[in-house]
């Protein structure tokens, strides 16, 4: 199994954009090539998107080889588009990552993008509800906003964490995003009073607690390492990846406030990475509602299960904390372009190693690091483990 | 680089069904579960799919985790759906092969499916006019019929290529159906002059010239070579893959008639796999079209550039000519359920070298075979070489 290294990154202005679905891909592909020393199209063997519902939200199909087309790329290794909803740019990477690590590839972009801000919002709100079995879950009004409150009220019931407690996540993600002028609410102040009083939109879950329907691209630069040195004085080092598959359907799930897949793949990854959950200096995870960053601070084994919210009580998930989580502004603070999170969360792993983010969410001195993302109703975990070192 | 077997595989009845979108996903289930020795749910550390457009045939999206819901698997390594529109079904298999030869993966699951007959066939059409870019070709009216027409016009103009000789295609794939009770067009007769006479779709290709709507499924079982025994005693090689994006959009293209991304990928399949075109025994092609299938003669190197409607009238793609060519039945025998073709191919190949297929398609000793799909305006090219020796 070969080394392989991000070298170069970059993402879009997130938010309600006018531009097109292409436009996105090319903000990306240019932010990517500007961030590269010396990176030529030629150069690029492979390419892997990470969209989720461009069927839908664009009517397009296809859209692997119209993004190398709209790059100027030919490869003539490996050209793939994976779809897994919310981690669909996470598992992107993590296929140029076997691909690499296989040999089939040398130099690959791996590029994620979706947009979502449509004509007709209510095609894109339903759309998004085929993510879930639409003949079972989806038929009983079983979307995302409600899985996820029913989640937080059996956490509130279980472990007695309060609407406050899941504000200050929101609270958090919000500054965090303030140090960031790309993501959705750059220079918005989000305190817990306004989120405390923001509309309900499935109880618990007010509207300061739910990640935004964004517009928004990103690609990174993934090598083997013999190439890694070409692009950049300061590769980052994939070190370990990790997933697990649970049930899909809410009432074959064991539970709804343990996210047991998450556990299981968090397992994985530190047993492969040969590390312990103290060894993580930041994670950036799936904040798409307050109470999943809580509910992952456990599995993630952050804090013991069912402190989660006294984790994010006591400061321990923020800068100068334990491990800072969603330094980069999370999905609450960043937007969620699905196809394009996963790819924004290994931009902020690759600038934070590389000392380019701004002091107020600088994680000094940092050498591990993981992303996460979920998809579905929690089902699916998707992690991946990052090293400064080589 | 670990070395990658398929070991069973298995394939839905193919045609216009009444099952649904998660019936034909089970029924390729029970193929495979029905195909290996010993494979139990719990073997199955990684899943693959391949699926076009469940997203507007099925209006259901985050089709991996539910296909693993439907058969009961908990994949604990890898989850991926890959969406190439005509491809994915073998983009599905090359990203298994690049997971398990990496080592992230022991045993996989890859099953390819596709609804196509829905309810709405303007619907179902119209989605499949978006594998091209939709605002550039597709308003021009660039879909898949006048695409393969325009190839087939300016093939007979600069070659001398004729109708009678696209038809030979049609015949000869629906005979070879017709030995393969699974296939869409299974006991239809197909004669030159029925062919000849059909209705005109577009100029020069009638109805005869062209594959099909079809719902169906397939699913194989790929595994590391320590793992191969377990499952079967006649496991087949993958040896090489090879893939190229060439320009998307119609205006780009150098040539509707030479298909250079195929020349390119095959170059580097042979290339990989240290062997040259005259050691093919059989190949599973794209014949989408019957000119697909002429040109992919001269790509591939069976027969020189311009002499591919030669190469038919003379009976080389035949069974006992140089390269038996579609033994299945193709897609113009079998159907082309998007996602599922790949799948058919490839346990095609496997059912070829276990010699489970009838006499009147088997290629006797067989050593080495190729499949291939292309995909949108045959811009990209994806292909998989096989060997029946470890």
Chains 1, 2 share one sequence.
């Not at 793939?80 to 981690?87: I, P």
Request: hydrophobic share 40%; charged share 20%.
């Amino acid at each position: 199994m070969r080394k392989v290294a991000v070298v170069a990154g970059g993402v879009s202005t997130w938010g309600v954009r006018s531009a097109t679905w292409g436009e996105l891909v090319q903000e990306a592909g240019n932010a990517l090539f500007s961030s590269a020393r010396s990176l030529g199209a030629k150069d690029v063997d492979s390419l892997f998107v990470g969209a989720a519902q461009p069927e839908r939200f664009a009517f397009q199909s296809h859209v692997a080889p119209m993004t190398a087309e709209l790059l100027g790329l030919h490869p003539w290794k490996v050209l793939r588009r994976n779809e897994l909803a919310c981690a669909s740019g996470q598992a992107a990477i993590q296929d140029a990552y076997a691909a690499i690590a296989s040999g089939l590839s040398d130099v690959a972009v791996v590029l994620g993008v979706e947009k979502m801000n449509i004509p007709s919002m209510a095609e894109a709100t339903t759309s998004m509800a085929n993510v879930l079995d639409r003949a079972w879950d989806g038929v009983q009004g079983g979307t995302a906003p409600p899985f996820f409150a029913m989640a937080a009220q059996r956490h509130m019931h279980e472990y007695g964490t309060t609407a406050e407690q899941m504000a200050l996540v929101s609270v958090k993600n919000h500054k965090f995003a303030n140090t960031n002028p790309k993501s959705q609410f750059y220079s918005k102040t989000f305190t817990k009073e306004k989120i405390l009083s923001s509309p309900m939109v499935s109880p618990p879950l007010r509207l300061g607690d739910c990640s935004s329907m964004t517009d928004g691209s990103g690609a990174v630069l993934l090598v083997s390492e013999e190439k890694a040195r070409t692009y950049t004085d300061t590769p980052v080092w994939i070190s370990a990846t990790a997933q697990y598959t649970d049930f899909h359907n809410l009432a074959n799930m064991p539970s709804l406030s343990s996210w047991t897949g998450l556990k299981k793949a968090a397992s994985e990854l530190y047993q492969k990475g040969g590390i312990d959950p103290t060894d993580i200096d930041f994670a950036e995870v799936h904040d798409c509602f307050t109470i999943s960053e809580i509910i992952e601070y456990e599995e993630l084994g952050f804090c013991k299960k069912g402190q989660g919210g006294k984790f994010i009580q006591e400061g321990q998930s923020d800068l100068g904390g334990k491990v800072t989580v969603n330094p980069r502004g999370g999905l609450l603070g960043c937007g969620h372009p699905l196809g394009a999170t996963g790819i924004g969360q290994a931009v902020e792993v690759l600038e934070q190693f590389q000392s380019k983010v701004p002091a107020a969410r600088h994680v000094k001195d940092a050498e591990v690091a993981l992303t996460h993302n979920l998809s579905g109703s929690a089902n699916v975990h998707t992690l991946t483990l990052y090293r400064r070192e080589n």
